[in-house]
């Protein structure tokens, strides 16, 4: 099932941006939804993940900035990112999980400027 990322752009310091990730109701029932980041040069890392019980586990250079959560009956996974700083810019992805199992929607790219 296909992952669809949207909302990137660009925008101050300081700012804000949303990104969604359109999916399935099946989807979002079973799996451990994320959103990943990658900056030019570096790794791929976590940014914020929820499972489907509801728990929450999020990157600590993020903690109390941005928001992860689901509409179920939108089948859509949000990630909300408040008070943007430069370190943020990266291409971000939208990931499930399943038994261990990865899948990834293409990325959406999100620029901050100072």
């Known amino acids: 099932v296909q992952l669809q990322a949207s909302g990137g752009g660009s925008v101050q310091a300081g700012g804000s941006l949303r990104l969604s990730c359109s999916t399935s109701?099946?989807?979002?029932?079973?799996?451990?939804m994320a959103w990943y980041r990658q900056s030019p040069g570096g790794e791929r890392e976590m940014v914020a993940s929820q499972s489907f019980g509801g728990r929450t586990n999020y990157a600590d250079s993020v903690k109390g900035r941005f928001t992860i959560s689901r509409d179920n009956g939108k089948s859509t996974v949000v990630l909300q990112m408040n008070s943007l700083n430069p370190g943020d810019t990266a291409v971000y992805y939208c990931n499930r999980n399943w038994r261990g199992l990865d899948w990834w929607g293409q990325g959406t790219q999100v620029t901050v400027s100072s």
């Open positions: 109701e099946k989807i979002l029932l079973v799996n451990t």
